[in-house]
């Protein structure tokens, strides 16, 4: 596929349209019909680091997560910075945010990136997870734009084996509750990282 | 004389079963002249929240622009309307930005949240809110509004005999305040429709 001469840098855009490294990188996904599942290999830097003190699936609320896929530190400012928005808008309105809220803002941060002077683009592509008024809902910010995941008519624990198979595809070497991290979010509304326990058991179903 | 008795105003909201009323005097005044008799102190913010300012005339002119500014913007950003609390919870905080240099305003604020339950609340002129299940009254006649309101006030009752009660409860209190009166504007809410209504009391 002509895509792959565009996989030297993590912010060409490949022929068709994609940005190939993030592709490669990509978190999985899965959709329910009651709940959004969100699910991304753990790649640490060597094995003298401690994986339960790297946690790539952040809360922005009880009742939103967000994973990305790129670069850590980029990933990080982000949080700090979209959680900072959540805070103010529950200070004003004191009301849960909506989801598409800090998706927005955070992609509006995004842009502003691309476009001052002096800076360069956030390495990362987020997935946001959250259940609001609406339902659960599922938004990806690749760079500078905004898709919605569509919902599927799906059990909660069938979208988790499917973000698990998809993750084991592009994965190298063994998978397992240690080197995965799923995060959830159901009808209770609140947004929970799975224990590796709880992720091996998945495995285990899954195989 | 005080500066919240400058133009004169009299506003009460009161709770019935699946709607509320919201009702004003129309008079607006420079302290003992009266400039206008159909002063509009209650405004539309959506079709089920409804503002009432009372207080300094220009401050709650001001301070519905702006209030209003706000809700446009949300309705863009969130594509839906504000509910009641929320909105309570944003003129609290616009109120209390200017803790120092206020607004001279008492808002009143009236309207349907989830399941078409009724809301209402006031809160003084620096944003401390004041919930009420059963009515709420601001503006110069509110000492005789509180005392109306508490003897005409029964719970559950239909939009007709809401709509009975609060104008009797306006139009007996203003008659006592020399600052407030010249009729009286009533708003009644329901899930299906808005009547406004003019009342003609003591014309002074």
Known sequence: MGDSQYSFSLTTFSPSGKLVQIEHALTAVGSAANGVVIATEKKLPSILVDETSVQKIQYLTPNIGVVYSGMGPDFRVLVRKSRKQVEQYHRLYKEPIPVTQPVRETAAVMQEFTQSGGVRPFGVSLLVAGYDDNGPQLYQNAKTFLEKRYTDDMELDDAVHTAILTLKEGFEGQISGKNIEIGIIGTDKNFRVL????????????? | MSIFEYNGSALVAMVGKNCFAIASDRRLGVQLQTIATDFQRISKIHDRLFLGLSGLATDAQTLYQRLVFRHKLYQLREERDMKPETFANLVSAILYEKRFGPYFC?????????????FICTMDSIGAKELAKDFVVAGTASESLYGACESMFKDDMEPEELFETVSQALLSSVDRDCLSGWGGHVYVVTPTEVKERILKGRMD
């Open chain 1, 195 to 207: 224990t590796p326990a709880e992720i091996d058991d998945y495995l285990a179903e899954v195989e």
């Open chain 2, 106 to 118: 008492q808002p009143v604020i009236a309207g349907l949240g989830d399941e078409d339950k009724p």
